[in-house]
């Protein structure tokens, strides 16, 4: 099994900036084996792919949130984080950590981290 515990969200005013963490445990995890992400779902809309980090580090993010967010991870915490700059009211939305096993094709997903732009 793989646990998925998100943290940092919050209000911040349009314009500010966020960092979320999601911290990864359990007896399954290796963060040799796993792609991690960040998604969001706002009021009303499905949920939507934000960023993503590869084994080996590479990238990919939504075309709305190119140039202001960015993912990290840290493998020897088996933590991984999402910086995200320039927020705007639609950034407005839960963010949910994923963990996708490559071989198994199999998805692990956090509870769910509140994040609200508004002033």
């Known amino acids: 099994q793989v646990q998925l515990v998100e943290s940092g969200g919050g209000l911040v005013q349009p314009g500010g900036s966020l960092r979320l963490s999601c911290a990864a445990s359990?007896?399954?995890?290796?963060?040799?084996?796993?792609?991690m992400g960040w998604y969001r779902q706002a009021p009303g809309k499905q949920r939507e792919l934000v960023a993503i980090i590869t084994r080996g580090r590479g990238t990919n993010y939504a075309d709305s949130v190119k140039g202001r967010f960015a993912i990290s991870r840290d493998n020897a915490k088996n933590t991984v984080y999402l910086q995200m700059n320039s927020l705007k009211p639609e950034d407005t939305a839960v963010y949910y950590c994923?963990?996708?096993?490559?071989?198994?094709?199999?998805?692990?997903w956090g509870q769910g981290t509140q994040v609200t732009v508004s002033s």
């Open positions: 359990g007896s399954d995890f290796n963060s040799n084996i796993y792609r």
């Open positions: 994923n963990a996708y096993h490559v071989m198994k094709n199999v998805d692990y």
